[in-house]
């Protein structure tokens, strides 16, 4: 007996489809304005630093100052700095900013093609439920009952098993990062002991380089596994602590130019994306255990179905 036939399955796991590009949407719009606003922070920054610079290097006041008191150099060293610091970090703002609304519109035009589902399907669910009370079996309406929560079931168990593999995407960049840095600590440490030079150095900065280069990747898909755990947050009150995903780039950025012969900054730069690593490991385990329970539950309204065939 199936009460809960194939069309009305369709039409529900669209309409759960529908309820999950939903909440997507919200969070990436929420992620937009966040980018958004960055990107304009860090434009005016480094507009700001930018002046500096060219002040300093033209004629100014500030110029002979610091060329008077021979400090000319350091001051223009430290607002280069300055300037390719808030540079980096604008460039960063705008990629991730391209990348979501990259995203949106896709769910845009994904939430067009299923659009007026939910009507079609609570339509044709009214006049299978007539149908079932017309023929006056209770047993009937149970097991339609049953089935349209397998139904929904099985759609949150696909949900769950896209956001599994964003964040097997997120841990994949984190663990190219950490890789990048601990090539450059290995160099650093090598340089402090005496084996520095022109190589050493540059195989160091080049690490660091590919580090850099990591983190715009890795903050991309922080943001999109944070995109497909909306919906599963909100429907399966699974709590997983995010704070710090949309802008963990801007923390590692903050000492991107520090002195990174200073072996700390490498390290705190690796206990950072060490720290994300196990955010993204913690919510897969929770992942992971709502498949489980979302499995136990299937094979329960199932058993359950079976329990009614079998004693009608």
């Known amino acids: 007996m199936n009460t809960y036939d194939n069309h009305l399955m369709e039409l529900q796991q669209k309409v759960a489809q529908k309820k999950q590009l939903d909440a997507k949407l919200k969070e990436l719009q929420n992620q937009r304005r966040i980018f958004d606003q960055k990107v304009l922070e860090f434009k005016v920054q480094y507009q700001s630093e930018q002046e500096d610079v060219e002040k300093l290097e033209g004629r100014s006041l500030a110029n002979?100052?610091?060329r008077v008191v021979g400090k000319m150099d350091a001051k223009l060293d430290e607002e280069a700095r300055q300037?390719?610091?808030?540079k980096v970090k604008l460039d960063a703002a705008e990629r991730q900013l391209a990348a979501v609304d990259s995203r949106i519109r896709e769910i845009q035009a994904k939430l067009r093609e299923i659009s007026g589902c939910e009507a079609v399907y609570y339509r044709e669910l009214e006049k299978k439920k007539a149908e079932v009370k017309a023929d006056g079996s209770p047993m009937g309406e149970e097991i339609l009952k049953c089935e349209e929560k397998i139904a929904f079931l099985e759609s949150r168990k696909k949900e769950i098993k896209e956001a599994v593999s964003a964040g097997h995407s997120a841990q994949g960049a984190a663990d190219q990062v950490l890789r990048e840095l601990d090539e450059a600590d290995s160099w650093n440490t090598f340089d402090m002991l005496g084996g520095g030079g022109i190589i050493t150095h540059?195989?160091?900065?080049?690490?660091?380089?590919d580090a850099q280069e990591m983190i715009e990747y890795l903050q991309v898909k922080l943001c999109s596994f944070k995109s497909e755990l909306a919906d599963i947050n909100i429907h399966a009150g699974m709590q997983v602590n995010m704070d710090g995903f949309l802008r963990f780039a801007d923390y590692f950025f903050d000492g991107l130019f520090v002195d990174w012969t200073v072996r700390g900054q490498i390290r705190d730069s690796q206990d950072s994306v060490y720290k994300v690593r196990t955010q993204i490991d913690t919510a897969i385990n929770k992942l992971y255990s709502l498949e489980k329970e979302t499995d136990r539950?299937?094979?329960g309204l199932r058993a359950k179905i079976e329990s009614l065939l079998v004693g009608a």
């Open 83 to 86: 300037a390719a610091e808030a």
């Open 297 to 299: 539950e299937i094979e």
């Open 202 to 209: 540059m195989a160091k900065h080049s690490h660091l380089d």
């Open 64 to 66: 002979y100052f610091y």
